[in-house]
């Protein structure tokens, strides 16, 4: 909500991507922001359904992320 407040870019356009679902992905998720969890960190697939925390879209990596982001009208 700060970053959102300083820069005057709504909640609705603001994604957090990180590789880490019990900080980074449940922080998204409380703060009602989309996430984006890149598997090339410390988090594997498998532990979104082990810990219930559901990430808006899953990638591979940050240049997966980019590529997706470059294809997108």
């Known amino acids: 909500e700060a970053a ?16 880490r679902l019990y900080t980074d992905i449940a922080c998204a998720v409380n703060a009602g922001i989309d ?8 988090g ?3 532990d979104i359904e082990r ?3 559901h990430p808006t879209w899953v990638y591979d990596d940050i240049g997966a992320v980019l590529r997706a ?3 997108t009208p």
């Open 44 to 46: 594997k697939r498998e």
């Open 4 to 19: 959102a407040e300083r820069t005057g870019v709504p909640l609705s356009q603001i994604a957090m991507v990180g590789d």
């Open 69 to 71: 982001w470059e294809e």
């Open 51 to 53: 810990d219930g925390i």
């Open 35 to 42: 996430s984006i969890f890149v598997l090339s960190g410390e």
